[in-house]
């Protein structure tokens, strides 16, 4: 590996990330949290515990920040030949193009990332603080770490609170806690930007829809000539095919399906 390989923005990014999630979790450890008195007293099931979601969480970033997010190949698969195959089931009025950066034949729900400068299927967005797109393949992993990170980020906020004395001369108190305020402050924030980034990945996942759809609809020719998005199945189904993949078939499939049954004269 070149050495300048070592300061590209994903290693910087991930570095970071690893080196702020451990600074919090020491700087809680340090001072006279609850974690420290647990530790004192010998209740050691607590603290390990939150050592393991911290853990946890640091590693679901980095399989999410690491894995394929769901690239669209230059070169197709048997499986993807056969993908292609069943484009022939898309009306002529939304027909499928090929990217004009990478030339690939982009399926429906597929977008080309400036960034990652490759086409992703079910492209969602491109997260700065992960360095990575999040699309087809690590959507569901990426909601799951959300989730844990803010269990995470609740607990260290509450922990951060238990340790604050407000009962002191103001030098002596800055001098003691000013560092865990600080801690409790970016807990705080950061508890709010993955609260928000929750809420709005579950009401998306629940309606089978991305950000990017959701944000630039209008401009997407296989929704702005709809006026509902064409994938959505009912919660049920929307969750049970995010998670598990289940109904299977491609977007494809589901876009004509919603078709026939919306130009179908009534009965």
């Known amino acids: 590996m070149a050495p ?7 290693v910087l990014v991930r570095t970071g990330h690893t080196v702020l999630t451990w600074g919090i979790t020491l700087v809680l450890f340090l001072h006279d949290t609850e974690l420290r008195q647990w530790e004192e007293q010998g209740e050691l099931l607590l603290p390990l515990t939150f050592l393991l979601l911290v853990l946890g969480s640091l590693l679901l970033y980095l399989a999410v920040s690491l894995m394929d997010p769901g690239y669209v190949n230059a070169q197709p698969q048997p499986q993807e030949e056969l993908k292609e195959e069943q484009t022939a089931m898309v009306p002529p009025a939304i027909p499928l193009r090929r990217c004009r950066y990478c030339l690939v034949l982009q399926p429906l729900r597929a977008r080309h990332c400036r960034e990652c400068r490759r086409c992703v299927r079910r492209y969602d967005h491109h997260c700065p603080w992960m ?6 393949r690590n959507h569901p992993l990426f909601v799951v770490y959300l989730a844990l990170q803010l269990v995470v980020l609740l607990w260290g906020l509450y922990l951060a609170w238990s340790g604050l004395q407000f009962f002191q001369p103001w030098g002596l108190w800055l001098r003691s806690s000013g560092l865990l305020f600080a801690t409790f402050l970016l807990l705080s924030l950061l508890s709010l930007v993955a609260s928000l980034l929750l809420a709005s990945h579950l009401y998306l996942v629940a309606s089978n829809t991305t950000t990017w759809e959701f944000i630039s609809s209008h401009r997407i020719a296989y929704l702005r000539q709809r006026p509902g998005n064409p994938f959505d199945r ?16 491609s977007w494809e499939t589901l876009w004509a399906e919603e078709e026939e049954e919306g130009s179908s004269p009534a009965v």
């Open 4 to 10: 300048w390989a070592l300061l590209s923005p994903g």
């Open 131 to 136: 360095e990575n797109c999040v699309g087809e």
């Open 234 to 249: 009912g919660l049920t189904r929307n969750l049970a095919h995010f998670f598990c993949g289940w109904p299977s078939g």
